[in-house]
């Protein structure tokens, strides 16, 4: 086979490849575009997660007549004339592809004028072939639209992920982008519906809470990080806002990072941020973070990656630490009152979670056929219980021995003495197991949980809670909560399912939300909400409250472990206890 040069169209769809891999890439590149055209307003409107439509709006400088032709045309860029420019962009786009790219794999339709120009022009093209080339009327500003993307590459069709995922990446996109730009005007319709919409005030903080939702920013504190200043005169600067250290999650997707106004992934750069919290984290928790971090253009390169969501510093170290210490500097100061806090309760408590975990079979736990206190216990009158039982009601059985509460330690665990020794029982884990088993029992009979009217709170979330809630509205209304749409991305709460009515509702719901975006069933859901509103380790509960909570997991199914399974009851035999003196 001779060697031949590709013909053009087949290496604008090879380089297309490269940049344009989904529909949010192509949101990404026209809303860099847009930016920087020096748009203040971008609408960007989508059809079926992109698939059909991509369309993207701005108020920028327009193209002029000669040059649309070129914009669509592969390596045509305004922004780099001499590869000297690379060293010290300052631009988002930069490789001239992007337009060609997208119009080589889709249909596009292009309609600008440049704010010098008294008319504006419309290009059509297909496949990258151009179909239409018109003077128009239009206002000052572009219009991009893309429609039935990769339609002439099935192969890449094909390898879309989900709906759902390719809505959740663009909306990060356009979030992350009205976040780097607060004094632009972003909106973003799905399908006709506004989802998102930032103020274009300038003002960072204004974004933020748009993003992550009201009852997160409450929890978030401010990183105005001290100028570094480096060699030649430039200096580093990293501001934002990061979580408090009881603000949480299992990784670290939370932590988004801008450099130079550039969303970038760097992994290193979120270990920084984590990192700062030290030991203020459980193992295995990240914090959330929206970082702003100004460096001097000469000493980051931004050319690495086709898509440019990749940067490369000269020097790695001195961003690492510039990050990790803006982030200490305001964690350090937040997290003292917490600790101290915990503290207060006891020291006990303290020593009884740093202890590794005993393990119930270490400890001869048995309550089965040796123990005679376990026999399944012959239920005779009602003189043990409070909870009085009709005749034909089925008898609730007993599931433990009758034990007697002796006292509570650490205001965490209560001690009590059985037929054969002494049990610990931990409060939060017994309750959220007996919590859970009522709950499943109500909805053995009712469609519902029992649920409690509040006063109505109106509660801003985030674009991804809105997701959770509008997908599962179901399961929210099974737990009991009612929520009606009241604007974008803002609910009113109504009523709450009673157990957590007297509660922090709002983080209660939060944290229900926060799970509902991991696609869980409604069983572990259901988990989730009997530990929110079980009585948690640190309070002090009376004799009368720790008696009934005894009364209660003595009737409860499988009361040795939490519906998740951790330990609730060690038993220590008096057998056991009666050795250790003995040696
Ligand atoms: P790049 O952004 O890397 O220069 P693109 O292919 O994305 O390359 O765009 C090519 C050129 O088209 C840009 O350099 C710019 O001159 C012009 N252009 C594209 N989109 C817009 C827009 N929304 N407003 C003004 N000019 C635009
Ligand atoms: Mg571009």
Redesign the pocket.
Known sequence: MAIRLLDDRVVSQIAAGEVVERPASVVK??V???L??G?TFIQIEIAESGRRRIQ?N?D????SLD?AP???TRH?????VSADDLSHIE????????????AAVSRLT?T?R?RDDEVGLRLRIEGGELLEQAKVGAPV??M?AVENLFFNTPARKKFLKSDTTEKRVINQIVMNYAMAYPHVRFVLLHDDREVFRSPGTGNFADVVVKVVGLSQFRQMVEVSGQDVVRGHGGTIRVRGFVSEPNLNRKDRTRITLFVNGRAIQDSSLSYAVSQAYHTLLPKGRYPYGVLLIQVPPEIVDVNVHPTKAEVRFEDASVIFSAVQRAVRDVIIGYSQPSLANRRQHSDYNRDWQDEPRLRASQLDFDFDVSDPANQPFEYGGQSQSSVEEGEDQPQRVRTLPVLRVLGQIGAAYIVTEGPAGMYLIDQHGAHQRILYESFKAVLDEADTLVTQPIDTQTIDVSVAENQAIQAHDEMLKRLGFELESFGINTYALRSVPVELAHGDVISGLAHLLEKLQERIDFDTLLMHLADIVAVKRGVILSQDDMQSLIRELEYTPSPKFDAFGDTVILHFSSEQIARQFRT
Do not use: Q, Y
């Not at 045509?76 to 780099?80: D, F, I, N, R, V």
């Not at 631009?91 to 997208?102: H, N, V, Y």
């Open positions: 590149e026209l860099e575009n847009a920087d055209a748009a993207v701005d920028g400088t327009g193209i040059d070129l914009a669509v045509a860029t305004s922004k780099l631009t988002l786009g930069f490789r001239g592809e992007a337009l060609s790219s997208i292009l600008s440049h500003g572009t991009i």
